[in-house]
């Protein structure tokens, strides 16, 4: 339990130093790293992969540095579980447009803290949607949004995780009326790769750019 409370702390560490402006790495990396916790989360091994980590983004920091490739011209949050089958073509075409994913409701939902079993009952119980309402999810996802500096949302709407996107229409409504945010979705889902369209995927994100950059000129400007 020791171990695994402090890969929770480390793993949510990692997540928060994305608020950094330029995000000290992609925000994809983090997916790569999300295994950690979901496989081995009790494991020294783990410890010391994530301390490595902290380490390199907190030298980033530092130097001023991203592992980025390129200019980070946009921020945006992610929501929903990653498209894994495409996961390179979503990376290949953000890259594209200078867009980095810094903040997830996805990779910190595994920043699970709890100190024996009942208390790891507990915490899955109420992990991340399990037993969040649209009020909870709105309000953490209003948080991030500010606290990571993002400029859109994207929301893959996973068709093999019906309980999450029956509520996900309704949040990104709410939370894009609420904080001026604007979103796009689209179709995927976490293992079968019929469900996604390549095609469709640039489309969204050439319009969230669009959108994103019309805002940021109407700041600059106004």
């Known amino acids: 339990m020791k171990i695994s409370q402090r890969n929770s702390c480390l793993w949510e560490r990692a997540n928060d130093l994305m608020e950094h402006k330029p995000a000290p790495i992609g925000g994809f990396e983090l997916f790569n790293y999300m295994s950690a916790m979901v496989c081995n989360r009790g494991k020294e091994s783990s410890t010391a992969v994530l301390e490595q980590l902290n380490a390199e983004i907190e030298q980033h920091i530092e130097e001023g540095t991203s592992t980025f490739?390129?200019?980070?011209?946009?921020?945006?949050?992610?929501?929903?579980?990653?498209?894994?089958?495409?996961?390179?073509?979503?990376?290949?075409?953000l890259k594209k447009y200078g867009v980095n994913m810094v903040a997830s409701s996805y990779g910190k939902a595994w920043a699970i803290e709890y100190e024996d079993l009942d208390g790891m009952a507990r915490a899955y119980c109420f992990?991340?949607?399990?037993?969040?309402?649209?009020?909870?999810?709105?309000?953490?996802?209003?948080?991030?949004?500010k606290k990571f500096g993002c400029e859109g949302t994207i929301y893959h709407v996973n068709r093999s995780c019906k309980v999450m996107d029956c509520q996900m229409m309704e949040v990104q409504r709410q939370l894009s009326a609420q904080t001026g945010v604007p979103f796009v979705s689209f179709d995927g889902d976490q293992a079968d790769y019929r469900n996604y369209s390549e095609a469709q995927f640039e489309t969204r994100i050439q319009g969230l750019v669009e959108v994103m950059k019309q805002t940021k000129e109407g700041k600059s400007n106004g």
Do not use: F, K, Q
């Open 69 to 93: 490739p390129v200019e980070e011209e946009y921020r945006i949050s992610w929501d929903g579980i990653a498209c894994w089958p495409y996961l390179s073509h979503n990376l290949r075409t």
């Open 127 to 145: 992990a991340s949607t399990n037993g969040d309402n649209a009020t909870t999810m709105i309000s953490r996802r209003m948080e991030a949004l």
